[in-house]
């Protein structure tokens, strides 16, 4: 067993406080999810009989997050009225992208001034997981060292990323520091879409519309970008044959 496994096994034992606060990323047009994001935005695309915007707020409310923000662009409207009928136990916050799709990045700075908690959770909302032997959110929120960290990446293995065809995004060394993988070759770790960052992240970011990836690329530069290893189960949820998969692989479960 790695240096790096071995740590995330003992940390987890500990009891860790998840951060009060977590920003769903949900504005996303959704188009290889074609054609059933035709009319509905695919954060409400259905696995399993609820929505994948539902199975991450049910994760939140479980791991105790009291104050949820999620972007809205692509059918914002149908989003806001699920949202008002899925708020109990938590308190939902809008960041409007309707004028314009800000990206993963951008999405992020837009909503900072909403975000009242650091580091706070950053959750993909058309990803799927399932806990191990203790909570997933709460097992990154063990890892997190405030003064080594500017984003914790939880991770899952290439070989256990469910209905995933890429070939790896990251290397991991044995403190969790991660790097990125070499072009045309593969890499051990693949990002669930999951995160715990701090604000600091987010400093002298671009204007408009960028991707979360130049803010990663500065924090592997300057060695603050870790991993942990997600013990469940994850499921790449990106295309509509991966729900019936992701569906029958959940009934074996």
């Known amino acids: ?16 406080r998840v951060p009060n606060t977590a920003m769903i990323m949900a504005a996303g047009l959704g188009k290889r999810m074609r054609p059933l994001t035709a009319t509905k935005p695919k954060p409400l695309i259905e ?8 199975h991450v707020l049910e994760r939140l409310r479980i791991a105790g997050v009291q104050r ?79 003064e080594r960290m500017d984003a914790l990446l939880l991770l899952v293995p290439l070989a256990r990323a469910e209905n995933h065809h890429g070939i790896g995004d990251f290397h991991m060394d044995r403190t969790g520091r991660v790097r990125r993988r070499a072009k045309s070759h593969v890499a051990p770790f693949v990002f669930t879409g999951v995160q715990m960052v701090s604000k600091r992240l987010l400093r002298d970011a671009p204007d408009g519309p960028f991707s979360t990836n130049i803010l990663w690329n500065r924090a592997i530069d300057e060695g603050r970008c ?28």
């Open 68 to 146: 949820v923000v999620v972007n809205v662009h692509y059918l914002a409207d149908a989003l806001e009225a699920h949202l008002s009928s899925r708020a109990s136990g938590l308190e939902i916050v809008i960041s409007d992208e309707r004028s314009l799709l800000l990206e993963t990045g951008g999405g992020l700075v837009k909503a900072a001034p909403l975000i009242d908690s650091d580091p706070f959770l950053a959750i993909n909302s058309d990803n799927l997981w399932i806990d191990g032997p203790a909570d997933t959110l709460k097992l990154l929120a063990s890892q997190w060292d405030d």
């Open 226 to 253: 870790f991993g942990a290893v997600h013990q469940g189960l994850w499921f790449d949820v990106g295309t509509p044959t991966s729900i019936p998969l992701t569906e029958a692989a959940l009934q074996d479960a």
């Open 1 to 16: 067993m790695s240096q790096a496994r071995k740590a995330l096994r003992l940390r987890a034992e500990v009891p860790a």
């Open 47 to 54: 696995v399993a009989g609820k929505a994948l915007l539902d």
